[in-house]
T-cell receptor, first 112, second 113 residues
Framework: KNQVEQSPQSLIILEGKNCTLQCNYTVSPFSNLRWYKQDTGRGPVSLTIMTFSENTKSNGRYTATLDADTKQSSLHITASQLSDSASYICVVSGQAGTALIFGKGTTLSVSS | GAVVSQHPSRVICKSGTSVKIECRSLDFQATTMFWYRQFPKQSLMLMATSNEGSKATYEQGVEKDKFLINHASLTLSTLTVTSAHPEDSSFYIC?????????FGPGTRLTVL
């Protein structure tokens, strides 16, 4: 069964600290993996997208890694800011044209 | 990047009424649009996939007669929740796909009293 599991479910960190969110998937065949940020009451916004051959991709303070062999991905947030408080969703795409498979997300709260 | 808009952003209606939500791709043509529903603290759940000019494909458990989808043009898809009931209260998000990726709208919060 194609699944995407994220951990932790929620996380609280102090402003300025770094954090890493995890994503494990069992989707096969695999096309690409995306990380989205979803603010409360808003639609998801794409942070990164990686294909099978990419190991890492950065977008400002966000750095995503992908290990296609172990089917694991991580999202590292550097020097967190209050505005980083949101839900971070890992989404995996199988074959082209098939539906995206969503993780349940990690809720990040950054406090001052 | 590609922009997807939704209207309205928030709607409150009485039980038994119908509500229409519009989804537009503003700067690209979307051959495929998706409608999702998201309950509090839950992940997005795909409701249906629609291709321009053809009937939508609904996910298992989603009533096609209750959630009417029309994808009349390459930039517009509409979701109509017919005879809405309180259990239909949710956050509805559309998404549009072009060759470059899949982009999400800002969502519509539906509250049925």
């Amino acid at each position: 069964k194609n699944q995407v599991e994220q951990s932790p479910q929620s996380l609280i960190i102090l402003e300025g600290k770094n954090c890493t969110l995890q994503c494990n998937y069992t989707v096969s065949p695999f096309s690409n993996l995306r990380w989205y940020k979803q603010d409360t009451g808003r639609g998801p916004v794409s942070l990164t997208i990686m294909t099978f051959s990419e190991n890492t991709k950065s977008n400002g303070r966000y750095t995503a890694t992908l290990d296609a062999d172990t089917k694991q991905s991580s999202l590292h947030i550097t020097a967190s800011q209050l505005s980083d408080s949101a839900s971070y969703i890992c989404v995996v795409s199988g074959q082209a044209g098939t539906a995206l498979i969503f993780g349940k997300g990690t809720t990040l709260s950054v406090s001052s | 990047g590609a922009v997807v808009s939704q209207h309205p952003s928030r709607v409150i209606c009485k039980s038994g009424t119908s509500v229409k939500i519009e989804c537009r791709s503003l700067d690209f043509q979307a051959t495929t649009m998706f409608w999702y529903r998201q309950f509090p603290k839950q992940s997005l759940m795909l409701m249906a996939t629609s291709n321009e000019g053809s009937k939508a494909t609904y996910e298992q458990g989603v009533e096609k007669d209750k959630f009417l989808i029309n994808h009349a043009s390459l930039t517009l898809s509409t979701l109509t929740v017919t005879s809405a009931h309180p259990e239909d209260s949710s956050f509805y998000i559309c998404s549009a796909r072009d060759g470059g990726g899949q982009f999400f709208g800002p969502g519509t919060r539906l509250t049925v009293l």
